[in-house]
């Protein structure tokens, strides 16, 4: 029986991996459930799952949920803030770090300072602190997964099966040739790029493939979630950008593909499901079932692959700009887009205006070598003071 820390758990990652473990009571606890403001939800959480700790990000709704369990006679106990997150990440056997954005940075790393099993969906973690992440993983002997349902498929069709992503040796060393990231491009893929401008944030998280929150709808249907993946994948595999090209596959059935050097392509198909990849990394190195659906390739019928068009997704071309110049630069680049899809969710940025406020305050941001946690999260403040700067003035213009 393994115990499970579920960080994020209201959200889309989240729900899945409890669908996950409930089919699996005999292998699976819940130790700890976190959220940062869904009440409702992490309530009802609770009460299937019993965990022995609930954790809000809000500090000031904590206590309000602490009575309303006592209420009810759960004894669940609840912390609040990042140091409530921090804990339950690294007292649990296995971690879900599923937290959106730089928020999930420090728990996920509280995790891999405790040598755990982490599961990583939050991509933002390495794109933020790339160097810093994987020499903890190594230092501390945390055994790294990931979620993302493109990382996962590049991790099954990698030479090595036995060792996680961190204790590989690097891939290309073993025939691998070139990774091929796979990406639906998202709502607006054949939009008139003169549309594009008044797109709603409705139409843009209107996902045809993928349920997924709204910030990271938003993301796919810029391509900026391909480009913070294909950071996060240097990282996880030991290789440069040069090394991986991204490809637009709309049916999204393929979900990666690893080139070796022998001509061989070898591609990891499924249904678009989250519960795959995250039942893969639970048992990894076994399988269990996920509850997924199996692929009917008669009814698929046909794949489809192009080419990105960098004009339509600016963000792809930002991303391999801060993969190239390293640092700080993707901590500045995802700053920078988090308070600008957040700025379009609100109603205040247009659509098109997310890669221009990235690009200006990837050039105005200084960049440099981190050596700490804390020269991250200075960029990454830094970055967002920039970014809110930009967007008053377009607003106020």
Known sequence: ?????????????????????????????????????????????????SPRYAVLADESLAVEFAGKLAKEGIGTQVLSGEAGLCAVAREADVTMAAIVGAAGLLPTMSAVEAGKKVLLANKEALVMAGPLFMD?????????????SEHNAIFQCLPIQNSSSAEQERPFSKGVQRILLTGSGGPFRTTPLADLVGVTPDQ?????????GRKISVDSATMMNKGLELIEACWLFHTDASNIDIIVHPQSVIHSMVEYIDGSILAQLGNPDMRTPIAHALAWPERIVSGVGSLDIIAQARLDFEAPDEQRFPCLRLAREAAARGGTAPAVLNAANEVAVEAFLSGRLNFVSIATVIEQVMAKVKIVEPLTLADVQQADSDSRVCAIEIITAKTSA
């Open 1 to 49: 029986m393994q115990t499970v820390t579920v960080l994020g758990s209201t959200g889309s990652i989240g729900v899945s991996t409890l669908d996950v473990l409930a089919r699996h009571p005999e292998r699976y606890a819940v130790y700890a459930l976190t959220a940062n403001r869904s009440l409702d939800a992490l309530f009802e959480q609770v009460k299937v799952f």
């Open 136 to 148: 903890a993983v190594a230092r501390y002997g945390a055994t790294l997964l990931p979620i993302d």
């Open 204 to 212: 843009a998280c209107a996902h045809p493939n993928w349920s997924m």
